[in-house]
């Protein structure tokens, strides 16, 4: 089971109290989009073994949505950080490096 800590509340709770949103850092294209666009942002996801960023809502609480990086294939949580933010805080991603040295953030359009 994840636990995983609320940036906003700081309660550290089960993902029972949560509903995942899926990824995070998904561009989001408006009304003018091309059909290629849009067929990107509904379909195309990542589905990586290893670090993911998903997206989280912490239901029963504050009712905000966050975002998680963790381990798929392990459960290991590294951390949650804002919704607002477009990319996972610097000491974040350096604390992910630390612990998986191959991993690299990859930037998003």
């Known amino acids: 089971m994840l636990i995983l800590t609320c940036p906003y509340c700081?309660?550290?709770?089960?993902?029972?109290?949560?509903?995942?949103?899926?990824?995070?850092?998904?561009?989001?294209?408006?009304?003018?989009s091309s059909d290629e666009e849009f067929e990107e942002y509904l379909f195309m996801r990542e589905n990586p073994r290893g670090v993911h960023f998903e997206r989280w809502r912490h239901v029963y609480g504050c009712g905000k949505w966050?975002?998680?990086?963790?381990?798929?294939?392990?459960?290991e949580v590294f951390g949650t950080y804002?919704?607002?933010?477009?990319?996972p805080p610097k000491e974040l991603r350096e604390a992910i490096s630390d612990k998986v040295p191959e991993w690299r953030w990859r930037e998003f359009s």
Not at 12 to 28: F, I, M, Q, S, Y
Not at 66 to 75: P, Q
Not at 82 to 87: D, G, K
């Open 10 to 32: 700081g309660i550290a709770c089960d993902e029972t109290e949560l509903h995942a949103g899926g990824e995070a850092h998904l561009t989001r294209h408006g009304p003018g």
């Open 66 to 75: 966050f975002h998680a990086a963790r381990d798929t294939t392990t459960l």
């Open 82 to 87: 804002s919704a607002q933010l477009t990319e």
